[in-house]
Structure formats: structure tokens, C-alpha cells
């Protein structure tokens, strides 16, 4: 019996320093190597290759099902979501005239066909896959490993988010990026609705490009300050 649970006990530990290793290297190494490795034009590569993994991994947690993705779709907050979509569109406006006024509606005015082209795609092709990875992904197969209460791991969550995007070099992305996290692990992690947090990143992208925030997630734009 003392045998049994020895190599229960070990298999358990064994399987934390697993995911340990895992969770430093998706959340933390990567993040770190497309910003100071990789040039410019091999990022989005990186980010596929990250993104494909990070989604096998998903697959293969224990107890994940694709079917829960769809739970909450019923119970997303019109009051939330437009409460967000005001904050954000404000906060936005702000700081785009702060900081680079001339791409101010850029490409509504400018170039309507590739904003509607945004408007469609941004959705399906860039929060989806980052919401697979720092949602379920970072809370349904990490969870356990972190310290805290729910909202410490949102906040944890919303760090190494903004962290993921620091290959832009640029404090307005670090900031929009850490505290729109804040609002979408707050709809998965403490309202459990993934929907909805697919949602408020969904609209979020779609504004920030509307007004011309999106100058600073080009990584054509990417200076390293090295």
C-alpha cells in the first residue's frame, strides 16, 4: 500500500513539473524570444507555431471539452458589453490623440475595404486564438499551479498577456493589453463565459483599429529599444 501511494505521490509530482515547464515555456519563454530573438518578419511565424501548440495542449487537458466554449453564449451581458465598448472607445480615442493623432481613423476614412476585411477576420483569426490560449487553456490546464485567489490569477493572467505582446515594444500595447485582459479573464474566470470574453476581445480589436491604435500592433512598426 505505502509503495502505492509513494508511486501515486510521485506520478502527481511528476506531472506538476510537467505542466511547470510547460507553462514557463508557452507564458514565459516565448513571450521573451519573439521579443528580443526573433526579427521582425519570423514573429508571426513564432506566434502560429506557439498558437498550434498551445491549442494541441488544450485538446489534451483531462476533463476539457470544445463543447464548454459555447457555454455562457446565453447569459453574455448586453450591460457589460457596452459598458466595455464605451470605456474602450473613449480610453482609445484619448490616447490615440495623445499619441499619434494622425492615424486617427486612418482606416475607415483611408482604406474602408481592408477595416471591414479587420472588422470580419480580427475576430475568428486573432482573439480566438488568443483566447483559446489565455483563457481555458492558461486557467483550465494551469489553474491548480497558481497562487491566489480568482481574482490574483486574472490579474497574473492579465500580466503575462501583456507580456505576450511586449515584441511590440510599445507601453500603449503593454497597457491596452493588460487591462483588456483584466475585463476578459474577468468573463471567463469569475463569470465563467468564455463567449463573452471572446466578445469584449472581439470588439475591443475592432475599435482599436477603427481609430488607429493599430499603428502600434504592426510589427513592421516594431522598434527594439536595443
Known sequence: MADTRGTAAQARAGRKAQLWVEFALLF???????????PPDALFPGLFAVTV????????????????????????????????????????????????PEA??????????????IAVLYPVLSALPQELLFRP???RRYGL??????????TLNAALFSMAH????SWVVAAMTFFGSLAFGYSYRIRR???EALLLHAISG?????????????????????
Open 206 to 226: 475592432i475599435i482599436v483599429f477603427a481609430l488607429g491604435l493599430g499603428v502600434f500592433f504592426y510589427s513592421g512598426n516594431v522598434t527594439r529599444p536595443f
Open 193 to 195: 463565459n468564455f463567449p
Open 53 to 100: 501548440l498551445g491549442i494541441a495542449l488544450l485538446h489534451l487537458t483531462p476533463g476539457f471539452g470544445w463543447d464548454e466554449l459555447v457555454q455562457g453564449a446565453g447569459r453574455i451581458s448586453p450591460l457589460l458589453v457596452l459598458g466595455w465598448s464605451v470605456a474602450t472607445a473613449a480610453t482609445g480615442y484619448g490616447v490615440v490623440q495623445a499619441t499619434a
Open 137 to 139: 487553456l492558461f486557467f
Open 145 to 154: 499551479l497558481l497562487p491566489g485567489g480568482a481574482w490574483a490569477q486574472v
Open 166 to 169: 511586449l515584441m511590440y515594444w
Open 104 to 117: 486617427f481613423g486612418r482606416l475607415v476614412t483611408g482604406n474602408p475595404r481592408l477595416m471591414l476585411m
Open 28 to 38: 514565459v519563454a516565448a513571450p521573451l524570444a519573439m521579443a528580443v530573438v526573433l
